[in-house]
């Protein structure tokens, strides 16, 4: 596999692992002979053996860079596929088994198909992962690896969404699209990165930022800062700025635009390269969310260009020892460049990296 598609889809191709404490219980979590209690049980023992509590650290190398007083980078490379895509896969397979699914369906450009193939082998359900024909990853080999079907279908990521939602309905599997039902249980489970954020500060950041693609994992973190708040855990909930590659996400360029709903970017005018991949869409199926807590933060959006995005990866390597997907930058990114524009005051930042390479 050559450089173009490892930065395209995330993490090389090194297979996940499991521990002998997870393949236990994973056996439990297969075994139809046992109650579905106890089968549900030993599931959530492996979310909380592997999933989450991902790493917080501060950058000096950033803070001497950029004048700072404390930057902090939450690195969700930390989880099993190396994404943030581990939360809301272990999140939804967790609901299937408890429902009595057997059949799980969902639409990935690889770093999700990874994801819910590792947790639905663990828990014993089938997993039916499809991805647009016209999409090459090196997630591909990961995703077979755990007993996963790859079906490609034609058309866009969102096409691709739409068709894989209709076959699960007409099948009765399992949906575990993004949007729709699935929308405030994926928020939950984002809304975790909060509480750990917490957990380490004692407090919420000044600056919180985040990549976005469809807005669910910065809509997650804002809901999770505003439930400590209003349980007097924090002082404040954090402004947050999100980052994208540059006019091709509908929620920078609708905050942007002042807008109160997200309006969706037509198609024909967003043009994919091998870096900006897993920024770009024209429609963000929680964009709303989103748009809203920026909005309700008075935060800041900003539009990030690939080259941006390769420099700080490779800055970041560098100077922190942090081995990051280009496209994962872009809140930071993001954050950087308002503290230049608006001379902010220093507090403490932090940003959301969401995967490594």
Same mark, same amino acid.
């Given at each position: 596999?050559?450089?173009?598609?490892?930065?395209?889809?995330?993490?090389?191709?090194?297979?996940?692992?499991?521990?002998?404490?997870?393949?236990?219980?994973?056996?439990?979590?297969? +075994?139809? !002979?046992?109650?579905?209690? /106890? =089968?549900?049980?030993?599931?959530?023992?492996?979310?909380? %053996?592997?999933? $989450?509590? #991902?790493?917080?650290?501060?950058?000096?190398?950033?803070?001497?860079?950029?004048?700072?007083?404390?930057?902090?980078?939450?690195?969700?490379?930390? +989880?099993? !596929?190396?994404?943030?895509? /581990? =939360?809301?896969?272990?999140?939804?397979?967790?609901?299937? %088994?408890?429902? $009595?699914? #057997?059949?799980?369906?969902?639409?990935?450009?690889?770093?999700?198909?990874?994801?819910?193939?590792?947790?639905?082998?663990?828990?014993?359900?089938?997993?039916?992962?499809?991805?647009?024909?016209?999409?090459?990853?090196?997630?591909?080999?990961?995703?077979?690896?755990?007993?996963?079907?790859?079906?490609?279908?034609?058309?866009?990521?969102?096409?691709?969404?739409?068709?894989?939602?209709?076959?699960?309905?007409?099948?009765?599997?399992?949906?575990?699209?993004?949007?729709?039902?699935?929308?405030?249980?994926?928020?939950?489970?984002?809304?975790?990165?909060?509480?750990?954020?917490?957990?380490?500060?004692?407090?919420?950041?000044?600056?919180?930022?985040?990549?976005?693609?469809?807005?669910?994992?910065?809509?997650?973190?804002?809901?999770?800062?505003?439930?400590?708040?209003?349980?007097?855990?924090?002082?404040?909930?954090?402004?947050?700025?999100?980052?994208?590659?540059?006019?091709?996400?509908?929620?920078?360029?609708?905050?942007?635009?002042?807008?109160?709903?997200?309006?969706?970017?037509?198609?024909?005018?967003?043009?994919?390269?091998?870096?900006?991949?897993?920024?770009?869409?024209?429609?963000?199926?929680?964009?709303?969310?989103?748009?809203?807590?920026?909005?309700?933060?008075?935060?800041?959006?900003?539009?990030?260009?690939?080259?941006?995005?390769?420099?700080?990866?490779?800055?970041?390597?560098?100077?922190?020892?942090?081995?990051?997907?280009?496209?994962?930058?872009?809140?930071?990114?993001?954050?950087?460049?308002?503290?230049?524009?608006?001379?902010?005051?220093?507090?403490?930042?932090?940003?959301?990296?969401?995967?490594?390479?």
């Amino acid at each position: 596999m050559n450089n173009k598609n490892n930065l395209l889809d995330g993490v090389k191709e090194a297979v996940i692992q499991h521990t002998g404490e997870v393949k236990m219980l994973s056996e439990m979590a297969r +075994n139809t !002979s046992l109650s579905l209690v /106890d =089968r549900v049980e030993s599931f959530e023992d492996i979310i909380s %053996l592997e999933v $989450g509590d #991902t790493n917080l650290t501060r950058a000096r190398a950033l803070e001497r860079e950029y004048n700072i007083r404390q930057i902090y980078i939450k690195y969700e490379g930390n +989880n099993p !596929s190396g994404t943030q895509k /581990d =939360r809301i896969a272990f999140a939804q397979v967790l609901d299937a %088994l408890r429902r $009595g699914y #057997t059949t799980m369906a969902l639409a990935t450009c690889g770093n999700y198909g990874v994801a819910c193939a590792n947790a639905a082998y663990l828990a014993g359900i089938t997993c039916k992962v499809y991805m647009p024909a016209s999409y090459h990853s090196n997630r591909i080999k990961e995703i077979e690896s755990f007993g996963a079907e790859l079906i490609r279908l034609d058309g866009s990521y969102e096409d691709v969404v739409a068709k894989s939602s209709q076959i699960a309905q007409e099948n009765e599997w399992y949906d575990a699209n993004p949007g729709g039902a699935n929308t405030p249980m994926q928020i939950a489970a984002y809304a975790e990165i909060a509480n750990e954020i917490y957990d380490q500060l004692r407090d919420a950041p000044k600056f919180l930022a985040c990549p976005v693609s469809n807005g669910t994992v910065l809509a997650g973190i804002y809901r999770g800062f505003v439930s400590l708040y209003k349980r007097g855990k924090t002082s404040r909930i954090p402004v947050f700025v999100a980052g994208s590659s540059a006019n091709k996400n509908p929620i920078i360029s609708s905050f942007k635009k002042g807008l109160e709903s997200c309006e969706d970017i037509d198609p024909k005018k967003i043009k994919e390269t091998v870096i900006n991949e897993a920024l770009i869409n024209w429609h963000s199926f929680d964009g709303e969310e989103a748009l809203y807590a920026l909005r309700q933060t008075n935060g800041y959006a900003s539009h990030v260009t690939d080259k941006q995005l390769k420099e700080m990866s490779s800055y970041l390597h560098k100077k922190e020892g942090m081995r990051i997907l280009p496209c994962s930058c872009a809140g930071l990114i993001a954050l950087l460049d308002v503290r230049k524009e608006k001379n902010l005051i220093n507090d403490r930042f932090v940003a959301v990296i969401t995967a490594k390479y």
